[in-house]
Structure formats: C-alpha cells, structure tokens
C-alpha cells in the first residue's frame, strides 16, 4: 500500500506512532543522561549542578556513557518506528546533532567546562544513533 493510498485515520495512526517512537528514545536518552549525572553528583563523583567540570577524566566519563546512551536510543526509535525505521534513526540522529551543536554554543558562551566536551557529543551524535538503530536492524534480520 503507497501512503497516497492510505486512509487519513491510518496516516494519522503512523504519524502518532512516529512522534512515540522519538518520544520513547529522546525521553530515555535524558533520563538516562540526567539520572547518571545525578546519580554522580550524589556521590560526590562529579562536582555539584552549576559547577563547572574541567577533570578531562570525568568529561571522558560522561562522554562514555552518552555515547552508550545515544547508541540505545537509536536503537529504541527504530524498535517502535512503525515503518522506515533507518529514516527513523537519521532524523532522531540529526535532531540530537542540532541539540547537541545548541550545548556548543552554550559552551562557548557560558563557564561549563571545556569546549571539546559538547563538540564530541555534536560529532559523535548521528554516528552514535545511527549504530543502534542498525544493531536493531541487524537483530530483526537475524531472527525473522
């Protein structure tokens, strides 16, 4: 069935099931970000919100597992991305390129930390996307 043959309840069926699928993985993406910071910074592994953090070892720490987390939302949109689930995944990965270029500036015009921190989220963001939602691809073949 083309989409220009689809019945406009069914069109606004998928677009409802797109908009969850970006949902699920932007909402996982932040709580999963935001409680590990959270979770750091109450064990006094990072410094208190507000401060800035120049330890390259920590940057390095929260670079680790954003990268994990991206890679976990790329996966998570194309799991609920009710069709197309690659073009799911390239405008998620350019979503969270264009969030993460915001951090740059933010970076470079207010005392966060060092620069290349949010400069490797902006690169490594589509990329990063982008392989989980090939691993699920890759998984979807492998068992159907």
């Known amino acids: 069935m083309s989409a220009s043959t689809l019945s406009a309840p069914a069109h606004s069926r998928r677009l409802g099931r797109s908009i969850a699928a970006f949902a699920v993985a932007i ?3 932040v709580v999963l970000s935001v ?3 959270q979770v750091l910074r109450v064990v006094r592994v ?3 919100w507000g401060e ?27 799991r609920f991305a009710p069709h197309s689930p690659m073009k799911h995944a390239a405008i998620l ?5 264009v969030l993460s270029a ?5 970076a470079l015009t207010q005392e966060l930390g060092p620069v290349w921190y949010p400069i490797a989220l902006a690169v490594l963001a589509f990329p990063c996307v982008w392989l989980g939602a090939v691993q699920y ?5 492998s068992t159907g």
């Open 27 to 29: 909402i996982a993406n």
């Open 35 to 37: 409680g590990t910071d």
């Open 46 to 48: 990072y410094p208190p």
């Open 52 to 78: 800035p953090m120049y330890d390259a070892s920590l940057n390095l720490l929260a670079l680790s597992y954003r990268v994990v987390f991206s890679i976990l939302s790329g996966y998570l949109v194309a």
């Open 93 to 97: 990965g350019a979503i969270a390129v």
């Open 102 to 106: 915001l951090g740059v500036v933010a």
């Open 137 to 141: 691809e890759r998984l979807v073949r």
